[in-house]
Every structure is written in structure tokens, then in C-alpha cells.
T-cell receptor, first 119, second 114 residues
Framework: ETGVTQSPTHLIKTRGQQVTLRCSSQ?????VSWYQQALGQGPQFIFQ???????GRGNFPPRFSGLQFPNYSSELNVNALELDDSALYLC??????????????????FGQGTRLTVV | DQQVKQNSPSLSVQEGRISILNCDYT??????FLWYKKYPAEGPTFLIS?????DKNEDGRFTVFLNKSAKHLSLHIVPSQPGDSAVYFC?????????????FGTGTRLQVTL
């Protein structure tokens, strides 16, 4: 079991509404990434936060936005929800800012996800 | 454009035998690769990773092989156990060897039968 927790676990929203998803990162991790996993697909990178700054963004529109707080927890906000936003949203925490040596493993630990349904 | 591809959506293997899951990638900037296992209603669980400076990494029953010239990696599970039944995702990063900004494949569903 990882130390990454997400809330809520399930959510139903109406098209056009706004939603906020939350993630607490694993102790010692300063980087949080958000992913969207549609049914039958692999997770797709939305964006990443490192030390409270956005540090990379995937191919998602600006209505997907985020925040990272001083304790490294994070929020994902989605405005003007569309039916296609229905998906599992995953948060991952990792130790960013490090170049991995030959003998180190580095991992991104995922939370259990938030299942968002837009109707 | 699918930069990480898992061309086998499913695989069935008998308990005790070897499971081989394959993954191909197109982006030559990827320098770190990971395998994740995912059960329904759970987040992906990290299994094993490999840096592009290596061609093999082992961890218990799991071995990952990387062929950079072919842009191909594979995950070997020996021996396969029923608890290994899950969806396996291959992921890649171009972020200087860190497990961030991952690009995932579409997954392979492994079923280990008795």
C-alpha cells in the first residue's frame, strides 16, 4: 500500500460543472503528477507539479488546471466538464529534481484514483 | 500518435510457466522505462524499472529486458502465479531518468490459469 491518497473515490457531475480532485503525496516526495485513464486505455499525462510550480503539461486544454501546496499535496481542477472527461483520474507522487544513478531505482507511486462520471 | 505500444491486449499463461509481456516505443528520447501492474478499482502498482544505460534488470520473479536499437522492452515473469493476473502497463519517461511525465502503453491483460 502506498502513501498516496486521493479523494473522493467516486464522483458524478453534470456537463458544464466544475470539479476539484485532491491528492496527498507520499512522505518525502515533492513531485505530483496527474493522469487521466479512459476506459480501455493507458493513463495519459495531464500535468506535473514540482515544489508548487507546474513542471510539464500533456496535451490537455487549459480548463484542466492544478495546484500544489507547501506540504506537496495537490488539486486537479476541471472546468466546463464535458462527457469525454469521464475517466479514472490518477495522482502519482515521486521524488523529483533528482537524476537517477545507475544503481538507483526511482518510482512514481500512484493513488487509487478518482472515478469521475460526467452525465 | 501512440509513442508506447503494447500490441497484445491479452495473454493467458499456465501457472508455473513464463509470462512474457512486450512493449515497443518510438520516441528515442525516452531514457527510463517502468512496468506497472493494475488491478480493477486500484491505482497502478510499480513492479520494476530499467534505465536506458542498462539492458537487463531483475527483481525476484520479474526481469525487464531493454533492446534500445529495436526500441523494444519486455517483462518476464517466472514462475507465473495466479496472483499475477492483472493488467500490465509499460511506461516510459524522457525526463532525465526520473519516473515523471510518464507515457503509458494501452496495457496487456495477463491471466494466469491453474
Amino acid at each position: 500500500e502506498t502513501g498516496v491518497t486521493q479523494s473522493p473515490t467516486h464522483l458524478i457531475k453534470t456537463r458544464g460543472q466544475q470539479v476539484t480532485l485532491r491528492c496527498s503525496s507520499q512522505s518525502g516526495h515533492n513531485t505530483v503528477s496527474w493522469y487521466q485513464q479512459a476506459l480501455g486505455q493507458g493513463p495519459q499525462f495531464i500535468f506535473q507539479y514540482y515544489r508548487e510550480e507546474e513542471n510539464g503539461r500533456g496535451n490537455f486544454p487549459p480548463r484542466f488546471s492544478g495546484l500544489q501546496f507547501p506540504n506537496y499535496s495537490s488539486e486537479l481542477n476541471v472546468n466546463a466538464l464535458e462527457l469525454d472527461d469521464s475517466a479514472l483520474y490518477l495522482c502519482a507522487s515521486s521524488r523529483g529534481g533528482l537524476v537517477v544513478s545507475d544503481d538507483q531505482n526511482t518510482e512514481a507511486f500512484f493513488g487509487q484514483g478518482t472515478r469521475l462520471t460526467v452525465v | 500518435d501512440q509513442q508506447v505500444k503494447q500490441n497484445s491486449p491479452s495473454l493467458s499463461v499456465q501457472e508455473g510457466r513464463i509470462s512474457i509481456l512486450n512493449c515497443d516505443y518510438t520516441n528515442s528520447m525516452f531514457d527510463y522505462f517502468l512496468w506497472y501492474k493494475k488491478y480493477p478499482a486500484e491505482g497502478p502498482t510499480f513492479l520494476i524499472s530499467i534505465s536506458s544505460i542498462k539492458d537487463k534488470n531483475e527483481d525476484g520473479r520479474f526481469t525487464v529486458f531493454l533492446n534500445k536499437s529495436a526500441k523494444h522492452l519486455s517483462l518476464h515473469i517466472v514462475p507465473s502465479q495466479p496472483g499475477d493476473s492483472a493488467v500490465y502497463f509499460c511506461a516510459a519517461s524522457a525526463d532525465t531518468g526520473t519516473a515523471s511525465k510518464l507515457t503509458f502503453g494501452t496495457g496487456t491483460r495477463l491471466q494466469v490459469t491453474l
